[in-house]
């Protein structure tokens, strides 16, 4: 009954799954930001061994810089908690993706490790808060009934950038330095903002009703409804980031691969997961959100603890492990997100979400920093208490399942009902396609 919930029409939008090209443009341009700012995340962990000697770093300092990222990220959503949903949608997000162009850029020009922790602090400030903002965009211009869906679009991004980015990422990285994939990541950026400024609507359905004060607006986002959400992404990132940023040195020492197998790993995962996403999406809507979430979240557990506990192997069994993990981690976000951007109401939204952002980024920071605490390195290169990292991440992954129990479609009263553009309604949205395409 409680699935059966999630799927209910609101009223006042159409009938049936499909997408309309607006609707498709819209999550194309989102998709393009969101792949900018999944390769900037990203592409920091498979160049770790690279980073570290060529930076002159050790596992724990490379630990910081990767959550360096994070805690800016959290410290941001927090002050940005009370103001983000006072201004349009497409304002807010060019200039959040501006800043994470700036930070990318940074990165490129960083020649040690403190100017290369300062520019990740910028690049999470922004990115941080960017990459939840692209939810709140969803959330506001798609129903219930088509949100799983369009979360799934949105998050083939990953897929993209996990195909065509990181292993052209590792290989430039391995070639022509580790700065080298981050100054060709911020120019492309630079394109994808200007094209998202000409097709990018204005958003401003949201702020038809917006009167709450600081106070107030602190007040719902303490709601148990909200905490509940918090609680659960805390445990979904612990069970990704507490092996994440070791899993590229992991793979090279401990296994016995070579760095330019790396680009193999990420390649078959990355392409599974560009088909097996979108599905997941559709999976999510049909039969709803905290069983599809439930059943990819288990497999996940049972990937991590196969995974963490490998020895030396050859490429290819090592590719199917790698490859499952990947289409079982990436896909229980899909539902996830999609669970956690219903949990609040359309004028919350922006606030909520970067309260959630807030808190993501200061799990990865904590996964992280546990990583660091729990994981050493030996003479002779090998990482130790991997294994250890793995039982945390699993463990936190099985209390995921159980706390995705609690999480509730927000539910509009009488009182506080408001009208949420959505693309196809939307004439601005309509005409700016229109312009484009002609």
Known sequence: MEDDAEREISPGTRPGNSLTRAEWLLLLVLAAVQFTHSMDFMVMMPLGPQCRQELSINPQQFAIVVSSYGFSAAIAGLLAAFFIDRFDRKITLLVLYAGLITGTLLCALAPGYWTLMMARIVAGAFGGIGGAFILVIIGDAFPEMR????TGVVMTAFSIASIAGLPVGIMLGNRFGVRTPFGILGLFGLAIWVVAFKVLPPMRGHLERRRESAAETLAMLRQPAHLRAYAFMIMLVMGSFTIA????DFLVHNVGRA??????????????????LPLVGRCADRFGKRWVFRLMAGCTLVTILVLTNLEAAPLLPLLVITTLYWIFTSGRWVPAMALVTSSALPRYRGSFMSINASLQQMAIGLAAVVAGAVIGEAESGELTGYKAAGLIAAVSTGISMLLAGGLRVAQETAETSMAVDSPDDSPVLAQTVEDFVN
Do not use: E, I, N, Q
């Open 147 to 150: 949100r799983g869906r369009a």
């Open 245 to 248: 940023p070791h899993f590229s």
């Open 259 to 276: 760095k330019d197998d790396l680009a193999y790993v990420y390649l078959c995962g990355g392409l599974l997961t560009f088909v097996t």
